[in-house]
């Protein structure tokens, strides 16, 4: 099958699923739920991808000033909005559709917050950074919904965050390479969709229920990970009488050591520690961490006094 996704070829090798996680709720950050599927107990990883949490926050809950080094983080906003705040002065906000990936590098403190009244749920991906690429300087790649490229074709619509679909491509640069697509199958559609071979992938069942792999197996159902084997693609149908999306996720593994603790991601514990005494002692990176707070974080902490008082 060609690169592209194009439906005319046929896959040599189609990938099947080897796992399905099934994640539970649970607290993260301040008062925020989230179904963690890769960064469980189930799939601590899968290289060169850290974690994947789909997160469901209401005000006041989210997440307050935290640091990052070592990896990226791709948030992607299903519904709601989130603002985000960091010690550099970079502040936005991203709503339903729209994608910050940024580089955590050398290091971040920021704060992810929800906006308004109501539901704000998502996607959170961490991605890990090769050796040489971990101390580099933050950066931020903000994809509007509006400019994230979408294709269609015999009732398949892919929104292409990262990488090629359909011979559409992302703008999206990505240090360590990984596609990321968001397919909504309408009923009775089927797709096949390339995956280099030496690529770990993965899917993760937002909406409805579809068939990946091979015609005769089950349907699997939202809030679930497919941990896909190896092969050079993957075919998916939708059987069901309502539409079917889910994100299609892979990357290229970097296959080196993995030290983590928390928001620290590198490859020895020697460099754990010294990323907590820089965090600690506000340098290499951590500079502008000192006597810094977010707006956003100081406005929950005003309203847990009120709330108190009250």
Same mark, same amino acid.
């Given at each position: =099958?060609?690169? %592209?996704?194009?439906?005319?070829?046929?896959?040599?090798?189609?990938?099947?699923?080897?796992?399905?996680?099934?994640?539970?709720?649970? %607290?993260?950050?301040? *008062?925020?739920?989230?179904?963690?599927?890769?960064?469980?107990?189930?799939?601590?990883?899968?290289?060169?991808?850290?974690?994947?949490?789909?997160?469901?926050?209401? @005000?006041?809950?989210?997440?307050?000033?935290?640091?990052?080094?070592?990896?990226?983080?791709?948030?992607?906003?299903?519904?709601?909005?989130?603002?985000?705040?960091?010690?550099?002065? %970079?502040? *936005?906000?991203?709503?339903?559709?729209?994608?910050?990936?940024?580089?955590?590098?050398?290091?971040? @403190?920021?704060?992810? =917050?929800?906006?308004?009244?109501?539901? /704000?749920?998502?996607?959170?991906?961490?991605? %890990?950074?090769?050796?040489?690429?971990? =101390?580099?300087?933050?950066?931020?790649?903000?994809?509007?919904?509006?400019?994230?490229?979408?294709?269609?074709?015999?009732?398949?619509?892919?929104?292409?965050?990262?990488?090629?679909?359909?011979? @559409?491509?992302?703008?999206?640069?990505?240090?360590?390479?990984?596609?990321?697509?968001?397919?909504?199958? !309408?009923?009775?559609?089927?797709?096949?969709?390339?995956?280099?071979?030496?690529? #770990?992938?993965?899917?993760?069942?937002?909406?409805?229920?579809?068939?990946?792999?091979?015609?005769?197996?089950?349907?699997?159902?939202?809030?679930?990970?497919?941990?896909?084997?190896?092969?050079?693609?993957?075919?998916?149908? #939708?059987?069901?009488?309502?539409?079917?999306?889910?994100?299609?996720?892979?990357?290229?593994?970097? #296959?080196?050591?993995?030290?983590?603790?928390?928001?620290?991601? =590198? &490859?020895?514990?020697?460099?754990?520690?010294?990323?907590?005494?820089?965090?600690?002692?506000?340098? /290499?990176?951590?500079? !502008?961490?000192?006597?810094?707070?977010?707006?956003?974080?100081?406005?929950?902490? &005003?309203?847990?006094?009120?709330?108190?008082?009250?």
């Amino acid at each position: =099958m060609s690169s %592209n996704g194009d439906q005319s070829s046929v896959l040599s090798k189609p990938r099947l699923i080897i796992q399905r996680v099934i994640p539970n709720t649970q %607290n993260d950050g301040d *008062g925020a739920i989230v179904r963690r599927s890769i960064g469980s107990m189930e799939l601590r990883r899968l290289d060169p991808f850290l974690m994947l949490d789909e997160f469901v926050v209401t @005000v006041p809950a989210g997440f307050p000033d935290h640091p990052h080094r070592g990896f990226e983080t791709v948030t992607y906003m299903l519904e709601g909005a989130f603002t985000h705040q960091d010690f550099g002065g %970079n502040k *936005g906000t991203i709503r339903t559709g729209d994608v910050q990936w940024m580089t955590a590098g050398r290091g971040i @403190v920021h704060s992810e =917050m929800p906006v308004g009244e109501g539901v /704000n749920r998502g996607l959170q991906l961490w991605i %890990n950074l090769s050796s040489k690429d971990k =101390m580099i300087e933050p950066k931020y790649q903000d994809l509007l919904r509006e400019d994230i490229k979408i294709a269609e074709k015999d009732g398949v619509e892919v929104r292409i965050i990262a990488g090629e679909c359909m011979g @559409v491509k992302s703008p999206v640069f990505t240090r360590t390479p990984a596609m990321y697509l968001d397919f909504t199958l !309408k009923p009775g559609a089927e797709w096949q969709q390339s995956i280099p071979e030496s690529w #770990n992938a993965f899917v993760y069942v937002i909406e409805g229920e579809g068939v990946f792999g091979s015609l005769d197996t089950s349907p699997q159902h939202a809030h679930q990970l497919l941990v896909l084997g190896s092969g050079d693609g993957l075919c998916v149908w #939708n059987k069901s009488s309502q539409q079917f999306r889910y994100a299609l996720i892979g990357g290229q593994p970097l #296959n080196e050591p993995v030290a983590q603790y928390g928001p620290f991601v =590198m &490859n020895t514990q020697a460099e754990i520690h010294k990323a907590f005494e820089d965090y600690r002692f506000h340098k /290499n990176g951590f500079e !502008k961490a000192r006597d810094w707070s977010s707006q956003s974080s100081l406005k929950m902490r &005003n309203f847990k006094k009120q709330s108190k008082l009250i």
